[in-house]
C-alpha cells in the first residue's frame, strides 16, 4: 500500500514539476502597464483619417519601456504604418511601426508592436497614434466594454470619444517568467522595502515549493504507517 501510494504522489508530483516548469521557461509578452486592454467580445473600430491622431493622457513609461502596442481594428491584413509620438515634460519621441506589414507586430496579426526610444526617467507620458501613410486611414481597436477603466479617455484631434483605444507597454520582445525572475518578485513586492521586499517574498516562494510538497508526503505516509501499524 505504501508503494502504491509513494508512486501515485511521485507522478502528482511529477507532472506538477513538468507544468510550472514549462509555464516558467514559456515566453510570452513583456508587458509592463496596461493603459487600456484590448476588447475581448466585440470591438469598436476607431478610424483616423487625413493626417487625425488617437491620444491617451497619463500613461506611465520607464527606462524600461521599449514598445508601445496597439491593436489593429482592420478585418483585412492590409493595414498601414502608424506614428506613435509618446511626450511628457522635457522629454518626447516619435516611432513608426516596422517597415514591412507582414511581420509579426505589424498589425497584419491585430497587433502593432512600435519600438520607442525609453525615457530617461518614469513619467506620465500622452501617447499619440496616426496612420504614417498619407491618404490612408489607420482603424484601430477600441472598446466600450464596462469593463475597461483608464485614467484618462481616448481624444481624436482633441475630442473625447466613448470607444477606449488598447494600449500596453512591453518591455521589448517575449520573455520567459524565468529569464527575469528579480523583476517579477520586485513587482509583486512593490510596497514592501526593497531588497528585503524581494527576497524575502523569493524564499517564501521556495519554502512553499519544496515544503508543502514534502509535508504532504510526510502527512500521507505517516497516516498509512499508523494505518497499517507498520
Known amino acids: 500500500m505504501r508503494r502504491v501510494a509513494i508512486v501515485v504522489m511521485a507522478a502528482v508530483l511529477l507532472v506538477a514539476a513538468l507544468a510550472l516548469g ?6 510570452r509578452p513583456a508587458l509592463e502597464f496596461v493603459a487600456t486592454p484590448p476588447p475581448i467580445l466585440e470591438a469598436t473600430p476607431i478610424e483616423l483619417r487625413r493626417g487625425a491622431a488617437a491620444c491617451q493622457q497619463d ?3 520607464t527606462p524600461r519601456s521599449r514598445v508601445i502596442r ?3 481594428g482592420s478585418p483585412t491584413p ?3 504604418r502608424l506614428r506613435v509620438t509618446a511626450r511628457a515634460d522635457g522629454w518626447s519621441t516619435t516611432a513608426l511601426s516596422p517597415e514591412r506589414t507582414d511581420l509579426p507586430g505589424g498589425g497584419a496579426d491585430g497587433v502593432y508592436d512600435t519600438r520607442i526610444e525609453p525615457p530617461p526617467r518614469e513619467v506620465l507620458a500622452t501617447v499619440c497614434v496616426q496612420s504614417a ?3 490612408r486611414a489607420a482603424i484601430l481597436a477600441g472598446s466600450e466594454e464596462p469593463r475597461v477603466k483608464t485614467r484618462s479617455p481616448t481624444r481624436v484631434d482633441g475630442r473625447e470619444i466613448d470607444a477606449r483605444m488598447g494600449l500596453a507597454v512591453l518591455t521589448g520582445g517575449p520573455r520567459s517568467p524565468l529569464s527575469h525572475a528579480r523583476e517579477v518578485l520586485e513587482r509583486a513586492a512593490a510596497f514592501w522595502p526593497a531588497p528585503a521586499g524581494w527576497l524575502s517574498l523569493g524564499l517564501l516562494l521556495a519554502v512553499v515549493a519544496v515544503g508543502v510538497p514534502a509535508a504532504a508526503v510526510y502527512a500521507v505516509l505517516r497516516s498509512l504507517r499508523e494505518e497499517t501499524g507498520e
Open 70 to 72: 496597439t491593436w489593429s
Open 22 to 27: 514549462r509555464l516558467a521557461v514559456r515566453d
Open 133 to 135: 501613410e498619407p491618404g
Open 78 to 80: 492590409d493595414v498601414p
Open 59 to 61: 500613461v506611465v513609461l
